[in-house]
């Protein structure tokens, strides 16, 4: 994994706020993928960092190939995830 991308996970672990990035992974046949990795602070009543909730998700048909630059008929990107990091 990029060393830049590690060090923006640690700095919102860190500072108690949210990263939204991609992730280059590995299946367990070593078949490379996209992941989406969110990750959110949970926090008490006095805004107090208490845990975190993360979320992984397989993007990559949905931002590789044709997708990743294809328009709806309504203008909008045929992809409409978007992300702190590409």
């Known amino acids: 994994m990029d060393q830049k991308v590690v060090d923006k996970i640690h700095h919102a672990v860190k500072t108690g706020t949210s990263y939204c990035g991609r992730l280059y992974n590995y299946q367990k046949d070593g078949t490379p993928f996209w992941n989406l990795l969110t990750i959110s ?13 993360g979320m992984q998700l397989e993007v990559s ?23 702190d990091d590409k």
């Not at 048909?61 to 992300?83: A, F, H, M, W």
Request: overall charge positive.
């Open 41 to 53: 602070p949970i926090k008490d009543d006095n805004g107090k960092t208490i845990k975190f909730i």
């Open 61 to 83: 048909k949905y931002t590789e190939g044709v997708n990743d630059k294809q328009l709806r008929p309504n203008g909008l990107p045929k992809s409409l995830i978007r992300y």
